[in-house]
């Protein structure tokens, strides 16, 4: 199966401070890797769609100064959440996107996802 | 752009018992997926079921099946047998066709399953 792998699963920072997350497909290149905002109890919102060599797509409404996100290679995507203060506390969620078996669109899968605690 | 609405916040079922979980979409596309995710209280979303809206089969995974009535914009997913372990919040998500595109999520119904 695709692995997706996120790095830290939990993180907890001061109010100011930059924390970069990482988002790392183990057993395949992803074509596109996507980052979503999940607050307790509601759903996830897509941030920000990336492709590897390119600048990233944001959703409107999503900073993006402060939400940096860089897609250096086919397997790693990261975001950094920038100056974090206390309403940037969430669950971020990365997917990453690959061809699919003969016959069927591009298949997308998880990361764990990442517990952001900003104080 | 595409809406996803899932008018039950939450549901209950006993085990063993059959639940259908809702899901509505807006969309003006012909050709697009729809998705039921689950997601346990781990937070890892698992997907459950797909569904290409070009196909006039509904999908079906072992206990999992879902009504797809693409002229009523409908998706339904039946969850037969339910286990203790189906508890979690199911997330109906649609994606345009092409690659490259992310997932439009709904809201989200969480489900209880009673012994």
């Known amino acids: 199966g695709a692995v997706v792998s996120q790095h830290p699963s939990r993180v907890i920072c001061k109010s100011g401070t930059s924390v970069k997350i990482e988002c790392r497909s183990l057993?395949?290149?992803?074509?596109?890797m996507f980052w979503y905002r999940q607050f307790p109890k509601q759903s996830l919102m897509l941030m920000a769609t990336?492709?590897?060599?390119?600048?990233?797509?944001?959703e409107q409404g999503v900073e993006k100064d402060k939400f940096l996100i860089n897609h250096a290679s086919l397997t790693l995507s990261t975001l950094t959440v920038t100056s974090a203060h206390p309403e940037d506390s969430s669950f971020y969620i990365c997917?990453?996107?690959?061809?699919?078996?003969?016959?069927?669109?591009?298949?997308?899968?998880f990361g764990p996802g990442t517990r952001l605690t900003v104080l | 752009a595409q809406t996803v609405t899932q008018s039950q916040p939450e549901m209950s079922v006993q085990e063993a018992e059959t639940v259908t979980l809702s899901c509505t979409y807006d969309t003006s596309e012909s050709d697009y997926y729809l998705f039921w995710y689950k997601q346990p209280p781990s937070r890892q979303m698992i997907l459950v079921i797909r569904?290409?809206?070009?196909?006039?089969q509904n999908a079906t995974e072992n206990r999992f099946s879902v009504n797809f009535q693409k002229a009523a914009k409908s998706f339904s997913l039946k969850i037969s047998d339910s286990q203790l372990g189906d508890a979690a919040m199911y997330f109906c998500a649609y994606r345009r066709a092409n690659s490259g595109y992310a997932l439009n999520f709904g809201k989200g119904t969480s489900l209880l399953v009673t012994p």
């Open positions: 997917s990453a996107s690959r061809p699919g078996l003969a016959g069927h669109d591009n298949e997308q899968f």
């Open positions: 569904q290409e809206a070009y196909k006039q």
């Open positions: 057993d395949f290149q992803a074509t596109t």
């Open positions: 990336s492709n590897e060599g390119s600048k990233a797509t944001y």
